[in-house]
């Protein structure tokens, strides 16, 4: 499916994707993704369509482990996240709520650009640029995970952890 | 080949030798989850079917975060927390009892043991030579209902810190001198394991403040030896017999090693809005500070409570400047009210908020307004952390705070000491 990138900067934190000040509305996930990125990008929540990508820079997803701020990037459409690097709560947290959090060169991708996932083959395509981007594979716990559905699907399949 | 002190803690719990790279399945001794992740733990335990949790013993749910309450959606989360734990036997540790970390470090986490928790600091544990890792409520709730979760065994990169620390440098000043040094990502997934003459002479609360922050290079783990500080501070908590002596082989294999000269530290600050922004704080220039926070996981113990009363005897804060203390636990609380520790804040015109995570989060008591600067000894510091976005967060050791809230802008604490 392909999708619009929303492209952010290096170090987007899990306060700027979900603050502390809404910290009231976790148990109301509808109303919490309203308020997702909100002072950093302005109006994301309805401008955003699904099957976008968020694209950032490096340390994507540091501090909390608010497992709430992938939650509301889910909530709000998004297929995918394709960053330099990504801290590893967050990394762990997308992966176990069924999210692809794709490492790869984000320097190469603008604001807008049309770009379509191929996660088999490890690679995107940016129909704007008209340019295709490899990443390395996902590694093989994520990806038994995603294939399951998260971690819960995975829990519910074998009463255990069998990721290897 | 001799092994890392993560390599030698997780392969006790994988039965099995594992080195660094390798992923495993391993057995969890504590799990726990805050008033913040909780409620979305729960919520994912039933979604998976368990009605019962592994070891209930030795599972906790921590009311911290909203401590009171500040709002009845907090309110309906608490009740719902206390229901699934009188369901299931799970621990309780009310409001008012403290900050997680603080409590799991006095109570519950012995050297050796593997510890998750739904909250990123949960590697304050690290100090105690257990392998303390912060996870979100999916792999919390796994790790509750199972007592299992999965981990990739983490290189090591050694901190070897020497020399006497300066009158006026703490845990906090070598912790943000490393995060200013490699970088808020200079550590993801690897073990952070600090080691030296500094290291093996610092006191528990030290410890647990550079433990503490090791996330906020991005490591999986803050860890450092277990030794006759650590069993001095069992003793302390009447959990003597729970120590073990534990530490790195001397030919362990490690990604790298990072030296630093404590001699040559100074008080050290982290500048809006990102951790590893840091500069000495003679390099700092004039900055007005509205509101000075000491407490939260990082530097709320008591020893940190003393270094700040020490400053700030018999003075009095800053007219414009208003200061919050916020004891990291009930026991901390005690403790600093019967040796007048409290009084000092008191008289000097601070406000005292009860144990919890007080204003770090932005969720209550201390919330910043727009434009406004606040001096905190939190270990984050985040846009919008503490309340609105166009707010100011800086970070530096308890002494920094007490300077601070004498003179209403941030200030050296060595002419002081």
């Known amino acids: ?164 | 080949m001799g092994m890392t002190l993560a390599e030698k803690i997780l392969s006790e719990h994988a039965w099995k030798e594992i080195r660094g790279g390798e992923i495993a399945v391993l057995k969890v001794d504590l799990a726990y989850v805050q008033d913040g992740t909780g409620p979305l733990a729960v919520r994912k335990l039933q979604e998976m079917g368990f009605s019962k949790v592994c070891n209930p013993q030795r599972t906790i749910f921590f009311f911290d975060h909203a401590s009171p309450s500040p709002r009845f959606e907090l309110s309906n989360d608490h009740a719902f927390l206390r229901a699934f734990a009188d369901e299931t036997g799970i621990q309780v540790s009310e409001i008012g009892q403290g900050i997680s970390h603080q409590v799991v470090a006095e109570k519950w986490v012995r050297p050796g043991d593997v510890v998750i928790g739904a909250d990123s600091h949960t590697c304050t544990g690290g100090a105690l030579g257990s392998f303390a890792t912060g996870v979100g409520s999916t792999d919390a709730a796994v790790a509750i209902a199972l007592g299992k979760v999965w981990l990739r065994v983490p290189e090591t990169i050694r901190v070897v810190v020497e020399g006497k620390l300066p009158v006026g440098v703490y845990g906090k000043d070598i912790i943000l001198h490393l995060i200013g040094r490699i970088g808020a990502a200079g550590a993801t997934y690897k073990a952070l394991e600090f080691v030296g003459d500094t290291i093996e002479s610092l006191d528990m609360a030290g410890r647990m403040t550079i433990g503490n922050m090791a996330v906020e290079a991005g490591a999986k783990v803050g860890l450092l030896a277990s030794d006759d500080i650590t069993q001095g501070w069992l003793n302390r908590m009447g959990r003597g017999k729970e120590f073990r002596k534990l530490s790195s082989d001397p030919d362990a294999t490690y990604e790298r090693t990072v030296p630093i000269n404590a001699r040559e530290l100074k008080p050290t600050i982290a500048c809006p809005h990102q951790v590893d922004n840091t500069k000495t704080v003679d390099q700092l220039g004039e900055v007005r500070v509205h509101q000075v926070y000491l407490g939260t996981s990082c530097n709320g113990r008591l020893e940190d409570l003393h270094i700040a009363a020490q400053i700030l005897k018999g003075k009095k804060i800053h007219a414009g400047t208003r200061m919050i203390v916020t004891p990291g636990s009930r026991m901390v609380y005690m403790e600093a009210i019967k040796d007048g520790t409290m009084e000092t804040f008191v008289e000097a015109g601070a406000v005292i908020t009860s144990p919890g995570c007080g204003g770090c989060v932005g969720l209550h008591e201390g919330v910043l307004g727009d434009g406004e600067v606040c001096l905190a000894t939190q270990p984050r510091n985040f846009q919008g952390r503490m309340g609105s976005p166009k707010s100011f967060i800086y970070l530096g050791s308890p002494a920094v705070a007490a300077a601070t809230a004498i003179e209403g802008k941030i200030a050296d604490p060595r002419k002081y000491l």
């Open chain 1, 1 to 164: 499916m392909k999708g619009k990138a929303w492209k952010l900067g290096d170090g987007i934190s899990t306060d700027h994707i979900i603050p502390g000040r809404y910290f009231f509305l976790r148990s109301n996930l509808p109303e919490l993704s309203r308020h997702i990125l909100e002072y950093e990008r302005p109006g994301f929540h309805d401008k955003v369509t699904l099957g976008d990508f968020m694209v950032g820079g490096k340390n994507f997803g540091q501090g909390s482990s608010r497992e709430h701020a992938p939650l509301v990037i889910k909530l709000n459409g998004i297929q995918a996240i394709l960053a330099k690097s990504f801290a590893r709560i967050f990394y762990r947290n997308c992966f176990n709520n069924g999210i692809p959090a794709i490492i790869c060169d984000t320097d190469r991708i603008s604001e807008g650009d049309e770009l379509e996932l191929f996660l088999e083959e490890g690679k995107i395509v940016n129909h704007t640029k008209r340019e295709t981007l490899s990443f390395p594979a996902i590694p093989p716990v994520m990806k038994k995970i995603l294939d399951d559905g998260g971690l819960v699907e995975h829990v519910k399949k074998y009463k255990d952890l069998k990721l290897m």
